[in-house]
């Protein structure tokens, strides 16, 4: 018995250690991205005038959807850092819950209609009605956001972060029904989209291998773009994906043993993907010569060895 007590506390105080280096991952991305993506969204107001680009319309709501989850980053860090994984204020957990799937799914949205974008100037310049239709980006923007709201509000309504999906303690028709419905919104969220990427990266790749002759230098930037939207993807997003699955899949099992590590797992993953607000950055860059050029003139002069003339228009 005895030595069955100095197993759980030292579980529980390995599990502490552990969320705490959790909520130093959470202070670390924090301090860097948020001065980040201020300098991003500065160039993009006041350089940049992102209103007169499409793809620039798309990208400041990428970053203004980063900025939106930074703003709770500390308080998820001070909930880890008590060992817990929520803030014990209910309101203000529902509130940090809100803003984080909705980052995520404005983020993948976003993501994915840029790489769409890049896809069509590309690959089919001719099919001008959906490049009409693309040039439509606050239209499309606002939608997205309008959209976005009806699968986010869900997320307030219960402990959504811990995955309490398809408990089967105090388990009824209803609730599995309505456990089924929302984890088939967050998985195809997440799916839909990457075959979208997966598809555009391809198309675009084999645009590259068939164009033998004229300027490349539009389609390498294209391969490049859509290369690191599937990597940020691929690294941010697939792996709490992931580990969310594995976990219903133990919770329908019943197998209570390996549920709570499951969990702990889940929640490092879940860290893992706040690294999408430093990693976006790169997705400006690609997107745009211009930006990155307007940036290093205006923040690291010092790396450039002439400072660049960028138009603001």
């Not at 100095?6 to 001065?35: C, G, H, N, W």
Request: charged fraction near 20%; glycine fraction near 2%; proline fraction near 4%.
């Amino acid at each position: 018995m005895e030595n069955t007590n100095r197993t759980e506390k030292s579980d529980e105080t390995a599990e502490m250690q552990l969320y705490k280096f959790y909520a130093a991952a959470v202070i670390v991305i924090f301090i860097l991205a948020l001065p980040l993506n201020a300098s991003v969204i500065h160039l993009f107001i006041f350089k940049l005038r992102f209103w007169k680009s499409n793809t620039n319309i798309f990208l400041f709501n990428l970053v203004l959807a980063d900025i939106l989850l930074l703003i709770w980053l500390p308080i998820k860090a001070y909930a880890f850092i008590q060992g817990s994984r929520k803030s014990d204020n209910d309101a203000v957990c529902k509130a940090m819950l809100f803003m984080l799937f909705l980052n995520r799914g404005a983020s993948i949205a976003f993501l994915t209609v840029i790489s769409i974008h890049r896809y069509f100037h590309v690959v089919h310049p001719g099919r001008k009605s959906v490049l009409k239709a693309l040039k439509k980006s606050p239209q499309i923007s606002v939608l997205i956001w309008v959209l976005l709201l009806p699968l986010t509000i869900p997320t307030m309504l219960k402990n959504f972060d811990s995955c309490d999906s398809l408990h089967k303690v105090n388990a009824t028709l209803i609730k599995d029904v309505v456990d089924g419905i929302r984890e088939t919104v967050i998985f195809t969220q997440i799916l839909i989209p990457f075959v979208i990427l997966v598809c555009c990266t391809v198309g675009i790749v084999n645009r590259l291998r068939e164009k033998t002759v004229g300027d490349r230098t539009k389609l390498k930037r294209a391969v490049f773009l859509v290369t690191a939207v599937m990597v940020l993807f691929s690294f941010c997003f697939l792996p709490c994906t992931i580990a969310r699955m594995v976990l219903l899949i133990i919770r329908v099992k019943n197998m209570p043993d390996i549920e709570h590590k499951a969990e702990v797992a889940f929640d490092g993953l879940m860290v893992l993907s706040y690294i999408d607000c430093l990693l976006d950055p790169l997705v400006y860059c690609f997107s745009s010569t211009k930006f990155k050029a307007l940036y290093l003139s205006n923040y690291f002069p010092f790396l450039v060895k002439e400072t660049p003339r960028v138009s603001s228009t």
